[in-house]
Nanobody
């Protein structure tokens, strides 16, 4: 499956942003989808994940209460709604597809190219 992330940009602290990830070339509903991010000089970290049917979600503590993952299996897309953004949310955000809801990037086998999110203070 091929993944294409989009929706990043430059926003101010407290603003909202919605990232999208479009999938093609596979049976999208069979994949669990994750969002990860990588800030300059840091390792890639888990943000959240959603199962294939959209009934289960998992979030990193940093995302709980501010970020929401959703998916539309008809459109083969997954979304990351980010509210109350903070400067520390600045990173390149990646979507990924795998077969389990996991916080480990090694459990995801397909990755999008990433979209830059920059939050100014």
């Amino acid at each position: 499956v091929q993944l294409q992330a989009s929706g990043g940009g430059l926003v101010q602290a407290g603003d909202s942003l919605r990232l999208s990830c479009a999938a093609s070339g596979g049976f999208f509903s069979t994949y669990n989808m994750g969002w990860f991010r990588q800030a300059p000089g840091k390792e890639r970290e888990f943000v959240g994940a959603i199962n294939g049917g959209g009934s289960m979600r998992s979030y990193d503590d940093s995302a709980k209460g501010r970020f929401t993952i959703s998916r539309d299996n008809v459109k083969s897309a997954v979304y990351l709604q980010m509210n109350s953004l903070k400067p520390e949310d600045t990173a390149v955000y990646y979507c990924a597809a795998g077969y389990s809801i996991s916080q480990s990037s090694s459990n995801y086998y397909y990755w999008g190219q990433g979209t830059q999110v920059t939050v100014s203070s």
